[in-house]
Nanobody, 124 residues
Framework: QVQLVESGGGLVQAGGSLRLSCAVSGRAFSYYAMGWFRQAPGKEREFVAAIIWWGGSTAYADSVKGRFTISRDNAKNMVYLQMNNLKPEDTAVYYC?????????????????WGQGTQVTVSS
């Protein structure tokens, strides 16, 4: 089994920054990509960013491009989401997820495992 545990969420003022972390444990080897998604109250879960494990190629939603950066530490089995210039509309529960190989990194259905989520609240 694979376990994903997010941390780093919190309350921040607009314009501020947060760094989310996702710890990957269990039988998580040879997977294709890690992604971050978010879900605001009353809205569907949406793609935020993804990183291909081997090679490090990245993808971002247009709404966060230029403000968020996804990265990973292979040795520590960690994935990060650095969020800068946060806006109230970034308020959501943020989830990390693991894709073993479906390779549609912007699609929720591509991911096999999910964390429990961490709340990010941005005040205006």
């Amino acid at each position: 089994q694979v376990q994903l545990v997010e941390s780093g969420g919190g309350l921040v003022q607009a314009g501020g920054s947060l760094r989310l972390s996702c710890a990957v444990s269990g039988r998580a080897f040879s997977y294709y990509a890690m992604g971050w998604f978010r879900q605001a109250p009353g809205k569907e879960r949406e793609f935020v960013a993804a990183i291909i494990w081997w090679g490090g190629s990245t993808a971002y939603a247009d709404s966060v491009k230029g403000r968020f950066t996804i990265s990973r530490d292979n040795a520590k089995n960690m994935v990060y989401l650095q969020m800068n210039n946060l806006k109230p509309e970034d308020t959501a529960v943020y989830y990390c997820a693991l894709d073993y190989g479906k390779m549609e990194v912007r699609s929720i259905t591509s991911y096999d495992y999910w964390g429990q989520g961490t709340q990010v609240t941005v005040s205006s």
